[in-house]
Structure formats: C-alpha cells, structure tokens
C-alpha cells in the first residue's frame, strides 16, 4: 500500500508558476498510474494531469494542456505537477492519487485508490 504526501502549493499571482510535489512511500510504485486532481468551492473533483508511470503514457486536461507538465523522478519515488502561465481558474485544492496497474488513465477520481491530503493553490488576478 502507497502513501502519498502532497506539497508546494501557494499564493501566487496569475501569470505565475509553481510546482507541486507528490512524494510516494510503498514498493513498485512505477507500476501505479498517478494522477493530479483539483477541488474548487462548489466543482466537482477534477482530474489535471495523469501519468501511466508503467506505460510512460500521459493525459491533461483541456483547462491545463499546454500550460501544466507530469513529470516523475523514480529515485526519489516521487511525482511533479509544473504549473505555468496560472490563472485564477485554478485555485483549488490539488491532490495526488494513485491507482495500481493503470493502463488506460481513469478520468474520474473513484477510480483511484490511494489519495494524499491535498495541497491548496491559490491564484490572485
């Protein structure tokens, strides 16, 4: 079983960059598909960014595509969220989670098993 430790969130200014850190403990976590999820006041819980770390494959949403890159560093067993160009559309609480031989990415959040507490980012115009 992972456990998942969220950081690197913020106040910054629209326009501005940051980037989150997901810090893995467990063994074959290059075998989880890791995701980063937002949370908004009153939105429904919203899959970013993703990443088969055993098939190298990778997912963004729409909102984030260009703007937001996955990345990984298998030594350190930890997962990045680099977040660029931010707008104030992406305040929210993010979250890390991990979900055991993902293949295909899961879109929605019930998919996946293992959560860290979350990491708020808050972007001021």
């Known amino acids: 079983q992972v456990q998942l430790v969220e950081s690197g969130g913020g106040l910054v200014q629209a326009g501005g960059s940051l980037r989150l850190s997901c810090a893995a403990s467990?063994?074959?976590?290059?075998?989880?598909?890791v995701g980063w999820f937002r949370q908004a006041p009153v939105k429904e819980r919203e899959l970013v960014a993703a990443?088969?770390?055993?098939?190298?494959?990778?997912f963004y949403a729409d909102s984030v595509k260009g703007r937001f890159t996955i990345s990984r560093d298998n030594a350190k067993n930890t997962v990045y969220l680099h977040m660029n160009s931010l707008k104030p559309e992406d305040t929210g609480v993010y979250y890390c989670a991990a979900v055991f031989l993902g293949i295909v990415i899961p879109p929605g959040p019930s998919a996946y098993d293992h959560w860290g507490q979350g990491t708020q980012v808050t972007v001021s115009s």
């Open positions: 990443a088969t770390w055993s098939g190298s494959s990778t």
């Open positions: 467990g063994r074959n976590f290059s075998m989880y598909t």
